[in-house]
C-alpha cells in the first residue's frame, strides 16, 4: 500500500447504503465502495473495526477482540448457509425493513434483529446443510478454537442475562470461562445450550467467509483495503473474562485533555475516559504477547492494511481510577482534591509515567518498541499505519523512524513557527494525510465554525486557523463561510499534493458534506449511528455530489495519486 502515491477514500461500514439493507451497511455494501473506489480512481478503502458490539455500539469498544459485527453481515441465502428467503419474510417484513432503512441506524432493532435470523440460519444449517459445508465449519471450529470456545460461551450466557455484557454482575459460577465451563457441563439442558453455543460460533463462520470474500473481491478490483484495530477491549468483554489477568480492571483508560481535539463538555476537564481495561504487559510478555499478536494475525485474514488505533497507548496508558461513560461524567465539575477524596487519593496518570520525566521517558520508549515490534512482526506483509498525530516526544518519532511506521498526519494540526501549515514537501512521506477521521469534524462543519468564530473574534485562535487552512489551500485569506465547490476542490487538491504517499478522504469530505460520526467524549443512545444518505454510486450521479467527485479525482490524478 505504501509503495506509491495513493488516493483512498475512508468510510465507517455501518454508514454505507444499498439497495436491500437491513438498516446498517454490511459486507454487500463494502464491495459496492470497492466498485466506487475502482471506477473513481481510488486504489485505498479504509474502513473503521468490523468487531462485534452490544449495548455501546462503539468500535472502539468491542466485546471481542476477533468476533466480527453481526450487524454487519449481509443476510441473503447465498451468504448464509441455511438462510432461506422465507426465514427472512418471516423474520423482517418488508414493512418494518423500510422504517428500519430511514435516517440513523437503528441500533437496537438491528442488532438482534440479524443475531436471530443468523441463529436460525445455524440451526436449519446443523440440520439439512451440505456435507462439504459442515466438514468446512468443523475445520473453522478446530482452527479458531483458542479464541472461539470461549467466545461463544460468553455470548450463550449473555443471552442468558437478556443482554447484560456485565459479567461481574452475573452469577458466582458464570464470572469466569472456568467456571462456567463446569456449569454448563452439569446442566440439566447441556444439549440444547451447547447447540445455541455453537450457533454464535456459526455466526462467526458466516463473518470469516463473507470477510474473505470481500477481500478477494477487493483483490480482483485491484483496490487495497484497510482495516483497524481498536486499542482496547471492553471491560465487558469475552477477552476480560476470559483473560482477567492480561487487563488491570481497577483503572480505565483515556487520554488527558487535547487541544486539537472538540470534545463533549464532560471531557474538558479530566479528557476521555473511554472506561477500557488496561493492560498487564509483564503478563502479556510471559505468554510471548501471544494474545496481542493473535489479534494482528486474524486482521491480516481480511485486509491488506491496518490501522493501529491510539500508537501512543503502547508506550503509556493514561489510566483512571474510575469507570467511563456516566462515571466519568460525575467527575467532569470536580477539582483535583474532591476528586481525590471520592477515590482515597488516586488521580489520573500516566503509566509507566509522563514524558517529561526523562526516566519515565526512556521506560516508556522501551515499553512502546518492545509492544509495537511484536505488532510488526505478526502484521508480516500487512501494512500498518500508526494512528498517531499532532506533536510527539522525539523517542515517539525516532520510534516510527527507526521502525519504518507509517502515521497520521493531519494539515491543521503540522503548523510552523509562524502557525501556518507546513509546506506539502515537508510532510513525512511515509504518512497518511487526511483532514478527517471518525473523531474529527468534517471539512464542512469545521470550516462553517472557524468562519463563524473568526467573525466573533478577528484575532482569536479561530481565525489563525481559519487562516492556515485558507492558506495551505491556496485560497485568499478571507473565504465563504461555508463551504463551496470552490474552497472544498483546493482543500483536497491541497491534500493531494503533499509529499505524504497515503492522502484519504473521509466519505464527508469528498462530498463535502457535514456528516460526522462521533464526538469524543459522547456516548449512549444515538451515537455511532450516523449514515449516507443515499449508495456511494448515487452519489456519483448527484447534480451536486457528482462533480464534486469529479473534481476530486481530477485533483488526485494531478498529484499522480491514480
Not at 504517499?501 to 469528498?510: E, T
Amino acid at each position: 500500500m505504501l509503495n506509491r502515491r495513493r488516493a483512498g477514500l475512508l468510510v465507517p461500514v455501518y454508514a454505507l447504503r444499498r439497495d436491500g439493507d437491513y438498516g446498517i451497511g454490511d459486507t454487500a455494501a463494502v464491495k459496492e465502495a470497492i466498485d466506487f473506489c475502482a471506477d473513481h480512481g481510488f486504489s485505498v478503502l479504509q474502513i473503521l473495526p468490523v468487531h462485534e458490539t452490544i449495548g455501546d455500539h462503539s468500535p472502539y469498544n468491542p466485546i471481542s477482540s476477533r468476533a466480527l459485527a453481526p450487524a454487519l453481515l449481509t443476510i441473503a441465502p447465498e451468504e448464509v448457509p441455511g438462510l432461506s428467503e422465507e426465514m427472512m419474510a418471516q423474520a423482517a417484513p418488508e414493512a418494518w425493513l423500510t422504517q428500519l432503512r430511514e435516517g440513523k441506524v437503528r441500533q437496537e432493532a438491528v442488532h438482534p434483529l440479524k443475531a436471530q435470523i443468523l441463529l436460525a440460519a445455524s440451526y436449519q444449517f446443523n440440520a439439512q446443510g451440505e456435507v462439504a459445508l459442515r466438514e468446512e465449519f468443523e475445520c473453522f471450529l478446530k482452527a479458531q478454537a483458542s479464541w472461539l470456545d470461549a467466545y461463544a460461551l460468553f455470548r450463550l450466557l449473555v443471552r442468558e442475562y437478556e443482554g447484560n455484557t456485565h459479567w461481574d454482575d452475573w452469577r458466582p459460577e458464570h464470572r469466569s470461562y472456568e467456571a462456567a465451563q463446569s456449569w454448563l457441563s452439569q446442566h440439566p439442558a447441556r444439549e440444547d445450550l451447547e447447540e445455541l453455543r455453537r450457533g454464535f460460533s456459526f455466526i462467526q463462520w458466516v463473518g470469516y467467509r463473507q470477510w474473505k470474500a470481500v477481500r478477494r473481491h477487493a483483490d480482483a478490483r485491484g483496490i487495497l483495503v484497510m482495516g483497524e484495530m481498536s486499542f482496547g477491549v471492553g471491560q465487558s468483554s469475552a477477552d476480560v473474562w476470559a483473560n482477567s489477568t492480561l487487563f488491570d480492571t481497577e483503572w480505565s483508560m483515556g487520554t488527558r485533555p487535547l487541544a486539537h481535539f472538540d470534545t463533549t463538555k464532560d471531557a474538558e476537564r479530566w479528557g476521555q475516559n473511554w472506561g477500557l481495561p488496561p493492560y498487564r504487559w509483564e503478563n502479556h510478555r510471559s505468554s510471548g504477547f501471544a494474545w496481542l499478536r493473535g489479534r494482528v494475525e486474524w486482521e491480516k485474514e481480511f485486509f491488506h492494511a491496518c490501522r493501529i488505533d491510539h500508537l501512543r497507548g503502547y508506550f503509556r496508558a493514561y489510566m483512571f481510577p474510575w469507570r467511563g461513560g456516566a462515571a466519568h461524567v460525575e467527575f467532569s465539575a470536580l477539582t483535583e482534591e474532591e476528586a481525590a477524596e471520592k477515590t482515597g487519593g488516586l488521580l489520573p496518570r500516566f503509566v509507566p509515567g509522563p514524558d517529561e520525566d526523562p526516566l519515565t521517558a526512556g521506560m516508556n520508549e522501551l515499553q512502546g518498541r518492545e509492544v509495537i515490534g511484536q505488532i510488526i512482526d505478526a502484521a508480516g506483509e500487512m501494512d500498518l499505519v500508526a494512528e498517531i498525530m499532532g506533536e510527539m516526544p522525539d523517542y515517539m518519532r525516532r520510534t516510527l523512524d527507526e521502525l519504518e511506521l507509517a502515521n497520521l498526519s493531519f494539515p491543521q494540526l503540522l503548523r510552523r513557527a509562524d502557525e501556518r501549515v507546513i509546506a506539502p514537501e515537508a510532510f513525512r512521506e511515509f504518512s497518511l494525510a487526511t483532514y478527517a477521521n471518525h473523531d474529527n469534524a468534517p471539512l464542512a462543519s469545521l470550516f462553517h465554525q472557524l468562519s463563524t468564530e473568526s467573525r466573533d473574534d478577528p484575532e482569536g485562535k479561530s481565525a489563525e486557523d481559519l487562516e492556515a487552512l485558507l492558506t495551505f489551500a491556496g485560497l485568499h485569506e478571507h473565504g465563504p463561510e461555508t463551504l463551496d465547490d470552490v474552497s472544498l476542490a483546493a482543500l483536497q487538491a491541497a491534500l493531494f499534493q503533499t509529499r505524504a504517499r497515503l492522502a484519504i478522504l473521509m466519505c464527508s469530505d469528498l462530498l463535502g458534506i457535514p456528516l460526522r460520526f462521533n464526538l469524543p467524549g459522547s456516548y449512549g443512545r444515538g451515537t455511532w449511528s450516523d449514515r449516507l444518505e443515499m449508495p456511494l454510486r448515487s452519489y456519483a450521479l448527484h447534480p451536486v455530489y457528482g462533480p464534486r467527485i469529479r473534481a476530486a479525482v481530477t485533483h488526485a490524478s494531478e498529484s499522480r495519486r491514480v
